[in-house]
């Protein structure tokens, strides 16, 4: 087991929520909030707190798209590409995160961990469009060369340590 991995984010949600079989979702969620994603170190312990397998742990993280088994970015950006933004080109605002942060379809964090670039079916915003949203913080009517400069922002945020 890692020593970076911290137990206690764990414990305190069994201990808020109860240590039940129906509580897997809810301490998968603390964990993820706390890490941005499942660190391996999360199945083992779950499954022993609440005594059930591994295995049903980790089919639950694996079964729900909002889990996530590989670390993300601090800034999590989703690019809506559901109707209403894809006819007002959103796809040239992710090519251009993607070429600004080096990213790819494939490669979607960036090495330092500063950024992670999703594309999703709707954010709900569909009037605003095309939008994105930074964790969770809606951006709308973005263009490329808005793009360029909310990076602009957020990497001096990286940069002093205000992410």
Not at 23 to 46: A, D, H, K, M
Not at 59 to 64: D, N
Not at 140 to 149: I, R
Request: include cysteine.
């Amino acid at each position: 087991m890692s020593s970076s991995f911290d137990y206690g984010v764990i414990d305190k949600v069994v201990d808020s929520i109860g240590a039940k079989a129906g509580s897997i979702i809810p301490i998968l969620q603390g964990v993820q909030e706390r890490y941005n994603y499942l660190p391996p170190e999360c199945f083992l312990y779950t499954a022993k707190k609440l005594g059930v397998s591994e295995a049903r742990i980790y089919g639950v993280a694996t079964f729900y798209e909002n889990f996530s088994l590989q670390p993300k970015g601090k800034f999590i950006i989703k690019v809506c590409d559901g109707t209403a933004c894809h006819v007002r080109k959103s796809v040239p605002n992710l090519e251009r995160l993607r070429k600004e942060l080096g990213l790819s379809e494939k490669k979607i964090t960036s090495g330092d961990l500063g950024f992670t670039v999703q594309t999703v079916a709707c954010l709900g915003a569909c009037s605003l469009g095309p939008a994105l949203t930074v964790n969770n913080e809606v951006y709308a009517n973005m263009t490329p060369d808005k793009v360029s400069e909310l990076l602009g922002s957020l990497k001096a945020k990286l940069a002093r340590g205000a992410a």
